[in-house]
């Protein structure tokens, strides 16, 4: 499945994108690593987990994904990688829930590429997968995360604390959710409206409503946010070295 709108596309994860993942997760290492899924202590005498290498994380998306409990997305920019979103949790039965999780190269952050990525994936939840709600997992300090989900809509539920293991602790984090009723045009299709508002306040720069064109103050930086699937971080990194 690919989903693309102007600049910014949503396709696969790829066993042969090993090289230019590590690269640019590499070069992101302190932009990612303070919201970033770590694994917890063991219980004792139980077993220490490791975080997997990149092939076993794409085994792994893979896997999840064909049981259908994940979509695991690559996000690319004018055709270079980028970052990664994975809608993961998917529930079914009474709930038809999802929560999606993303990180972002620094480099492009500011161009609208992760608000875009992120309504791609919900218009794609909400109408051919056929899921309800979905959620964004956030830590209270995760600014720049936090500014996507409002600039597309998202409704702050409240905080769950110590909720999910992030940089070496049990961290709180704010939730975020839609549901398909408050979305009825599409979420990509209200965020072109925004920015094409935005676009045309005083001070703004760029092209109206166009998929990655800085559009001025309206265009915080983005980051990271997640739940561990598909995390930025896997042990391909060099020694010694959720994301924005």
């Known amino acids: 499945m690919v989903l693309t709108d102007g600049e910014i596309t949503l396709r696969p994860v790829r066993m042969r994108d090993q090289r230019m993942w590590r690269e640019v997760n ?9 919201w970033e899924a770590t694994v ?12 997997p290498t990149y092939r076993q994380m794409v085994r792994h998306l893979r896997a999840e994904a ?11 920019y004018q055709g270079r990688l980028v970052g990664q979103l994975t809608v ?19 480099e492009v952050a500011g161009r609208g590429v992760m608000p875009t990525a ?18 964004v997992c956030i830590r209270p ?38 549901t398909a009723e408050e979305v009825p045009d599409g979420l990509l299709r209200r965020w072109h409206r925004t920015r094409s508002g935005a676009s045309g306040a005083p001070g703004a720069s760029g092209t109206p409503g166009a998929p990655g064109t800085p559009q001025g103050p309206a265009e915080a930086p983005e980051g990271t946010a997640g739940t561990g699937q598909g995390s930025a971080g896997t042990d391909e ?3 010694g070295s959720e994301g924005p």
């Open 88 to 106: 993961a949790g998917i529930t079914w039965g009474s709930m038809c829930s999802g929560h999606i999780g993303y990180w972002v190269d620094r």
């Open 40 to 51: 917890p202590p063991p219980a004792p005498g139980g077993p220490v987990a490791r975080r």
């Open 141 to 178: 300090e995760n600014r720049p995360s936090r500014r996507v989900v409002e600039k597309l809509g998202f409704r702050e539920e409240g905080l769950r604390p110590r909720y999910l293991h992030i940089d070496g602790d049990w961290r709180d984090h704010l939730i975020y959710a839609l």
């Open 66 to 76: 064909g049981a259908g409990r994940m979509l695991p997305f690559a996000i690319e």
């Open 237 to 239: 990194r060099p020694s």
């Open 118 to 135: 992120v309504a791609l994936a919900v218009d794609h939840c909400f109408g051919r997968v056929g899921l309800h709600r979905v959620e």
């Open 26 to 34: 590499q070069r992101n290492r302190d932009w990612l690593r303070p």
